[in-house]
């Protein structure tokens, strides 16, 4: 049996044995600059004003978004659990009303080169994150990339942010398009969910859902479903502009209000998936060795 073998019947048999109570939601994007990070912020705070334990694993490689809107720099990464042996735990730095942060770090790129010692350690590690959290949001690289599509294909529950602008449209159809042509993905196992940011009504959101779907219908045969939309809002953009975080910043404002309806409506739907996002990643990258 060769190493790569040995180190996916690690991953089978850890999944086999872990049934999440956990939600796991992935935050992505077909680029940047459209508010997936800020989403995933204004998310957490609203799943903790719910009384939900809330953890956020960053994902985006040499980006930063998160802790600079949390005002943290975390002392420990995903590396440091993998090659320095640090707990989980001790690699979750807390943000403003308790929310955990995970920084991915470099850690990330190199999955695919773990030993089976590592990747048990690793697996191991990420399972106690049930015990942890009641919702982990991983928030992805923006664009197309293989870690990108790792994150997407290893989730049960996927957030596609784009906003109203062809570029953002198109590249959200690219993105989609690059998920259902790799042959790890499945399609019922995934449901990917369309926030609509930076609209000017309801209707424009609706609009946006309509030609993404209907592109994705047409030519991938596949859906992707609505979720919500946040409104262009000059609160919003004073938070982005001072790297804030608006559900903190104004509470009552329009956007904040429309990420707290976001936040309801996925809590009141119950994630029915015989996978955990993280654990299942993983096997996906070892299964590229």
Not at 112 to 133: F, M
Not at 243 to 255: F, G, N, W, Y
């Amino acid at each position: 049996m060769d190493q790569a073998q040995q180190l996916r019947n690690v991953i089978k048999q850890k999944n086999q044995k872990n049934i999440t109570n956990a939600k796991v939601l992935t935050i992505t994007s077909g680029k940047g600059g459209v508010g997936k990070s800020n989403t995933a912020v204004n998310l957490a705070i609203q799943f903790r004003r719910m009384g939900k334990r809330v953890i956020i694993f960053d994902a985006d490689i040499g980006l930063a978004n998160v802790e600079v809107m949390f005002g943290t720099v975390p002392e420990y990464n995903l590396s440091d659990l993998i090659y320095q042996g640090k707990s989980i735990r001790e690699i979750i730095t807390k943000g403003p009303e308790g929310i955990g942060f995970i920084s991915g770090g470099s850690g990330i790129v190199s999955l695919n080169n773990l030993t089976r010692d590592q990747i048990d350690y690793l697996v191991r590690s990420l399972q106690q994150l049930n015990d942890l959290t009641d919702v982990l949001i991983v928030d992805t690289g923006a664009g197309i990339s293989d870690t990108v599509l790792e994150f997407v294909i290893a989730s049960p529950e996927v957030l596609l942010i784009t906003t109203p602008e062809p570029s953002s449209l198109t590249d959200s159809y690219s993105l989609v398009k690059a998920l259902y042509k790799n042959p790890n993905f499945v399609q019922n196992g995934t449901n990917i969910r369309l926030i609509a940011n930076k609209v000017s009504s309801a209707e424009e959101a609706r609009a946006v859902y309509e030609k993404l779907e209907q592109v994705t219908n047409k030519f991938l045969g596949g859906s992707i479903s609505y979720l919500g939309m946040v409104p262009s809002d000059p609160n919003l953009e004073r938070a982005v502009r001072s790297q804030k975080i608006v559900s903190l910043e104004a509470p009552t404002s329009r956007a904040s209000k429309a990420y707290e309806l976001i936040a309801k409506s996925l809590m009141g739907q119950r994630q029915d998936t015989y996978r955990w996002g993280i654990s299942q990643l993983f096997n996906h990258f070892v299964n590229k060795c």
